[in-house]
């Protein structure tokens, strides 16, 4: 299981580290839970020569490499400042950036070849789902972002669905909702990989998870963890969804 929180545009620096130092003494994550954080990228350099209780993740990375590239920031500047995971496609950059699928097709390539891990988020629209294209629509940002990667690179992918129109909007999708595109998303890596490939790849449900809902979300069989927002800038809240991933891992280890 991974929990990765996203904070978005939100804290100042020292909320950022009071946030930190707030976790870390919180009970610390149940055997076999990741949980990663992705601050604003100006703080990445003085959190990452810190000691977190957490991997530090970016929430972007630069399509290109070094160069006359006014505001960007590489995947090997990111590396430097001890950042280990990297957000891609995030729906944000998709509809408010200018993220297209090459782009982001791009950005995936850069941070694998840093050799840091990159969380792909790939998600339709209320309208794509009411036109009932959302399938299709997710199907192609992954054939876009991922699929064509070799295998031996997926050891540093982990996907994120985002259903969009339910990112703060207060509209989750149903907990069957959330493992029927999961499990259509696994269907699509075994077909580009095998089904070993398939299952060790972490599928994160990114829409509104927080700690009402996580249980029910991580309890789906093919949903491996969550992309969090809001409830990621409280540190009893997000612990409390880290303590909801922890039980869905003993759970299934009792039914194993």
Known sequence: MLVAGNWKSNKSFNESMEFANAFAKLDAAPEGVEVMIAPPAPYLAAMGATSLPFRLGSQNVSATGPGAQTGEFTADMLAGCGVQDVIVGHSERRDGHGDDDETVAEKVNRVLEAGLRVVFCCGESLQDRQADVHFDKVLRQLESGILHLPAAAMDRVVVAYEPIWAIGTGLTATAEQAQEMHAAIRGWLAEGYDA?????????????????????????????????????LDPENFQAVVAAAGRAVAAEASNA
């Not at 994160?204 to 990621?232: M, Q, R, T, W």
């Open 196 to 232: 070993e490939v398939a299952r060790a790849i972490p599928l994160l449900y990114g829409g509104s998870c927080k700690p009402a809902n996580a249980d029910e979300l991580f309890a789906c069989a093919d949903v491996d963890g969550g992309l969090i927002g809001g409830a990621s």
